[in-house]
């Protein structure tokens, strides 16, 4: 019995000693294969992470090579074939100069100033009865505008005609006599006297009549000022004044303004440079042209001619006064309008006309890049005597030459030069250029 407990205690000793031999090694086990597991992930994800870095450098190389690539062969192709390139020849296009006309202009601010400007006023005190104008109506000379009450001054000429013709009646009285006193002083008839007394009569009488004629002359006068008409041509402004209302002898009360549009005028300050070539010119007896130009200074409104110009200098300014005459057929040009004025100096013939955009300035000094036959530069000193926005004309240079006109940043004396197509300078045989003005005006170069 005790042998077999013996037994029993072994046999369940042993069996607990290998069930926690059996449940460790199993532990043991699953732990090393969950280690191992997570081993293997972390390989797999750090393999993952390099080969991704690795294909992004190999993408970031491929871009930069391929960019990097593509504009050293553009810049090759650029120096090598177009002349664009840093290292390459300097890529202008060429204009020519040429020989032609061109017209020197001196350009101004104008204000747009009528012939004659008419304000009526009344000379006779009365009620309006009528007024015959339109507010803004062209009217002509003679033409009816208003109609003050005439009757009170109808009745005072009257009168006076009465006067005038009571005294008429007087010297011829008195001259009759004076004839029967001669008369009978021939025949010794009567004293010397008496004739003389009467020659003295009809001196007087002659001079009453006289008094009543000038009395009958101011009634016409005075009632002439009840039908007043236009003086002048032109075109009349807003009604001032209605039938019914009471004007007076003296008052500062307007009844019309007419302003004479046909011809019109444009008054416009020139520089005190340029006023002695006009004056040479205008001693010739030469009417200069004058071209006047809306504010924008784009649309030619009418061309005229100078008429006159002012006997001073305005010494605040340094300008001088002058005035064009239009005939305004159109009447596009109005008082106190704004435009800008054109005078025509003179015209240059056969001068050397070079593009505009050819011309460089170094400080004061104007030159040019002629073109070579070996595709090179040389820089050409030159004197600019006028232009537009088109050509210059010059001196010290020939016509026939090729200019650059563009890609002056990379230009200096003798450099190489690539030229490009442009479009050609648009010379005329006859241009315009400006010297310029007084006020607004355009500076000479």
């Given at each position: 019995?005790?042998?077999q407990?013996?037994?029993?205690?072994?046999?369940?000793?042993?069996?607990?000693?290998?069930?926690?031999?059996?449940?460790?090694?199993?532990?043991?086990?699953?732990?090393e294969?969950?280690?191992?597991?997570?081993?293997?992930?972390?390989k797999?994800?750090?393999?993952?992470?390099?080969?991704?870095?690795?294909?992004?450098?190999?993408?970031?190389?491929?871009?930069?090579?391929?960019?990097?690539?593509?504009?050293?062969?553009?810049?090759?192709?650029?120096?090598?074939?177009?002349?664009?390139g840093?290292?390459?020849?300097?890529?202008i296009?060429?204009?020519?100069?040429?020989?032609?006309?061109?017209?020197?202009?001196?350009?101004?601010?104008?204000t747009?100033?009528?012939?004659?400007?008419?304000?009526?006023?009344?000379?006779?005190?009365?009620?309006?009865?009528?007024?015959?104008?339109?507010?803004?109506?062209?009217?002509?000379?003679?033409?009816?505008?208003?109609?003050?009450?005439?009757?009170?001054?109808?009745?005072?000429?009257?009168?006076?005609?009465?006067?005038?013709?009571?005294?008429?009646?007087?010297?011829?009285?008195?001259?009759?006599?004076?004839?029967?006193?001669?008369?009978?002083?021939?025949?010794?008839?009567?004293?010397?006297?008496?004739?003389?007394?009467?020659?003295?009569?009809?001196?007087?009488?002659?001079?009453?009549?006289?008094?009543?004629?000038g009395?009958?002359?101011?009634?016409?006068v005075?009632?002439?000022?009840?039908?007043i008409?236009?003086?002048?041509?032109?075109?009349?402004?807003?009604?001032l004044?209605?039938?019914?209302?009471?004007?007076?002898?003296?008052?500062?009360?307007?009844?019309?303004?007419?302003?004479?549009?046909?011809?019109?005028?444009?008054?416009?300050?020139?520089?005190?440079?340029n006023?002695?070539?006009?004056?040479?010119?205008?001693?010739?007896?030469?009417?200069?042209?004058?071209?006047?130009?809306?504010?924008?200074?784009?649309?030619?409104?009418?061309a005229?001619?100078?008429?006159?110009?002012?006997?001073?200098?305005?010494?605040t300014?340094?300008t001088?006064?002058?005035?064009a005459?239009?005939?305004?057929?159109?009447?596009?040009?109005?008082?106190?309008?704004?435009?800008?004025?054109?005078?025509?100096?003179?015209?240059?013939?056969?001068?050397?006309?070079?593009?505009?955009?050819?011309?460089?300035?170094?400080?004061?000094?104007a030159?040019?890049?002629?073109?070579?036959?070996?595709?090179?530069?040389?820089?050409?000193?030159?004197?600019?005597?006028?232009?537009?926005?088109?050509?210059?004309?010059?001196?010290?240079?020939?016509?026939?030459?090729?200019?650059?006109?563009?890609g002056?940043?990379?230009?200096?004396?003798?450099?190489?030069?690539?030229?490009?197509?442009?479009?050609?300078?648009?010379?005329?045989?006859?241009?315009?250029?400006?010297?310029?003005?007084?006020?607004?005006?355009?500076?000479?170069?």
């Amino acid at each position: 019995m005790a042998q077999q407990d013996s037994q029993d205690k072994r046999s369940h000793g042993e069996d607990l000693g290998q069930s926690f031999e059996a449940h460790s090694g199993n532990v043991g086990s699953a732990f090393e294969e969950r280690n191992s597991t997570e081993i293997v992930v972390e390989k797999k994800s750090h393999t993952t992470l390099w080969v991704l870095l690795i294909l992004a450098a190999l993408i970031i190389a491929g871009l930069v090579y391929y960019f990097t690539g593509k504009k050293s062969s553009s810049s090759a192709g650029a120096g090598g074939a177009g002349g664009r390139g840093q290292n390459g020849p300097a890529a202008i296009t060429v204009g020519q100069s040429t020989s032609g006309n061109i017209n020197i202009y001196v350009d101004a601010l104008g204000t747009v100033t009528p012939v004659a400007t008419v304000t009526q006023y009344s000379q006779i005190t009365g009620v309006v009865v009528s007024v015959h104008y339109r507010e803004g109506q062209m009217v002509h000379k003679g033409d009816p505008l208003v109609d003050i009450d005439p009757r009170p001054y109808q009745a005072t000429l009257t009168q006076a005609e009465g006067t005038l013709l009571h005294d008429q009646g007087l010297l011829d009285e008195y001259k009759m006599d004076l004839a029967r006193y001669q008369a009978a002083l021939a025949k010794n008839a009567i004293a010397k006297q008496q004739v003389d007394d009467q020659e003295k009569l009809v001196i007087q009488e002659e001079g009453t009549v006289k008094s009543d004629e000038g009395t009958v002359e101011y009634d016409k006068v005075q009632l002439s000022y009840c039908h007043i008409v236009a003086p002048i041509t032109g075109k009349v402004g807003l009604r001032l004044v209605d039938p019914g209302n009471t004007v007076f002898s003296g008052s500062s009360s307007t009844l019309v303004v007419i302003t004479q549009l046909q011809p019109i005028t444009v008054v416009f300050n020139v520089s005190e440079d340029n006023l002695p070539q006009v004056q040479a010119q205008l001693k010739g007896n030469k009417a200069l042209e004058v071209d006047a130009f809306d504010r924008s200074n784009e649309k030619q409104i009418e061309a005229g001619k100078l008429t006159s110009l002012d006997n001073q200098i305005d010494t605040t300014t340094g300008t001088v006064k002058f005035r064009a005459s239009f005939q305004n057929k159109n009447l596009d040009l109005f008082p106190n309008q704004f435009v800008n004025a054109r005078l025509l100096v003179r015209t240059l013939v056969n001068a050397v006309l070079v593009p505009t955009a050819a011309v460089q300035h170094n400080g004061t000094a104007a030159f040019v890049y002629v073109v070579t036959p070996k595709h090179t530069v040389t820089v050409q000193p030159i004197t600019a005597v006028t232009n537009n926005e088109t050509v210059t004309a010059v001196t010290g240079i020939n016509s026939g030459v090729s200019l650059a006109t563009s890609g002056f940043d990379r230009l200096e004396n003798n450099a190489p030069v690539q030229v490009h197509q442009g479009k050609p300078a648009a010379n005329s045989s006859t241009t315009s250029g400006t010297l310029g003005s007084g006020s607004g005006g355009s500076t000479s170069k």
